[in-house]
């Protein structure tokens, strides 16, 4: 009789693990077939911009920026010659999705680290049709106090400044990508009559001309105003202190399997995110413009 038991569990449990076996062969089947859409970006900047690119575990990114003179006295042979600003940095995957960075920038000697995390990413079935991604960072401005610098510094804690952005990203095919990034910009000090925060949207793209060039372009817009009521009868537009032009950018990109150089124009000189979004005052359509590029190194170890 105990047999006859036996058997009659075996029975009913057999199906049901069965089922289970089956389903974890489709789990296993869809996994496989859910492969991440390829990069939309060659570079971790796309001009002024971060992208989405994160970099693989225990990788490790050289980052070069340079931004010339602005073009408007040829006597410095178009701001080759002129004042120029740089930023040197690196940056090291310390996951999958997450990297960090440091970078030391040479106007008000910003010393930079940086984080950036990938939360979604695309899929090549479109299961997730975009990549969504989280950078921030935190300067110092580590100038020597002096009756020009502005604002004045008081205290450590007013050198500090915070950027954050989520940056979504579509691949809309091998030659085309397009990026949405809205953004928070704070300064621990800032002018009299000046809000601390500032949030702001960049549109950037990239079209690819050839395997190895692209075209790149890379807009930042600006979208709450300064606060004046400290400041009366002094309008926006008129004192340099307030006046705050769009970043516009334009240019080429050529890459190879472990770098990617990137020559353009643009009215962006700050290089650190919230310096530009805050303090810019080079309005492009009056011709304050200037040439710049970036290189980025990956080495894989």
Same mark, same amino acid.
């Given at each position: 009789?105990?047999?006859?038991?036996?058997?009659?569990?075996?029975?009913?449990?057999? !199906?049901?693990?069965?089922?289970?076996?089956?389903?974890?062969?489709?789990?296993?089947?869809?996994?496989?077939?859910?492969?991440?859409?390829?990069?939309?970006?060659?570079?971790?900047?796309?001009?002024?911009?971060? *992208?989405?690119?994160?970099?693989?575990?225990?990788?490790?990114?050289?980052?070069?920026?340079?931004?010339?003179?602005?073009?408007?006295?040829?006597?410095?042979?178009?701001?080759?010659? /002129?004042?120029?600003?740089?930023?040197?940095?690196?940056?090291?995957?310390?996951?999958?999705?997450? *990297?960090?960075?440091?970078?030391?920038?040479?106007?008000?000697r910003y010393q930079d680290f940086s984080a950036k995390v990938a939360i979604l990413r695309q899929t090549r079935s479109n299961t997730?049709?975009?990549?969504?991604?989280?950078?921030?960072?935190?300067?110092?401005?580590?100038?020597?106090?002096?009756?020009?610098?502005?604002? !004045?510094?008081?205290?450590?804690?007013?050198?500090?400044?915070?950027?954050?952005?989520?940056?979504?990203?579509?691949?809309?095919? !091998?030659?085309?990508? @397009?990026?949405?990034?809205?953004?928070?910009?704070?300064?621990?000090?800032?002018?009299?009559?000046?809000?601390?925060?500032?949030?702001?949207?960049?549109?950037?793209?990239?079209?690819?001309?050839?395997?190895?060039?692209?075209?790149?372009?890379?807009?930042?817009?600006?979208?709450?105003?300064?606060? *004046?009521?400290?400041?009366?009868?002094?309008?926006?537009?008129?004192?340099?202190?307030?006046?705050?032009?769009?970043?516009?950018? @334009?240019?080429?990109?050529?890459? *190879?399997?472990?770098?990617?150089?990137?020559?353009?124009?643009?009215?962006?000189? /700050?290089?650190?995110?919230?310096?530009?979004?805050?303090?810019?005052?080079?309005?492009?359509?009056?011709?304050?413009?200037?040439?710049?590029?970036?290189?980025?190194?990956?080495?894989?170890?």
């Open positions: 009789m105990k047999n006859y038991i036996y058997i009659l569990i075996v029975l009913l449990i057999l !199906p049901f693990t069965v089922m289970a076996q089956d389903s974890d062969e489709v789990t296993q089947d869809t996994i496989v077939k859910e492969k991440l859409e390829r990069a939309a970006f060659e570079s971790s900047y796309i001009i002024e911009n971060p *992208t989405n690119v994160v970099l693989n575990k225990n990788a490790m990114e050289i980052q070069m920026n340079h931004r010339f003179g602005i073009i408007d006295n040829w006597n410095d042979l178009g701001g080759i010659w /002129g004042a120029a600003n740089i930023r040197l940095g690196v940056a090291y995957g310390v996951h999958e999705r997450v *990297t960090l960075g440091f970078g030391t920038t040479k106007n008000r997730m049709p975009i990549s969504l991604t989280y950078f921030g960072n935190m300067a110092y401005d580590a100038r020597e106090q002096t009756s020009t610098n502005a604002p !004045p510094i008081n205290y450590h804690q007013d050198r500090l400044s915070y950027f954050h952005q989520l940056i979504v990203v579509r691949r809309f095919s !091998p030659n085309f990508s @397009l990026q949405f990034a809205p953004s928070l910009s704070h300064y621990n000090a800032v002018y009299d009559g000046m809000s601390n925060t500032r949030i702001s949207v960049a549109f950037g793209g990239r079209y690819k001309i050839s395997p190895n060039t692209s075209i790149l372009f890379d807009y930042s817009q600006p979208l709450t105003q300064f606060d *004046t009521d400290k400041d009366p009868g002094v309008a926006i537009g008129a004192n340099p202190r307030f006046t705050n032009h769009p970043g516009m950018s @334009l240019g080429f990109e050529f890459g *190879t399997s472990g770098h990617a150089f990137q020559l353009f124009i643009t009215n962006y000189s /700050g290089i650190v995110p919230q310096d530009n979004y805050v303090w810019n005052k080079n309005d492009f359509f009056d011709g304050k413009f200037m040439l710049g590029f970036n290189i980025t190194r990956i080495y894989n170890f």
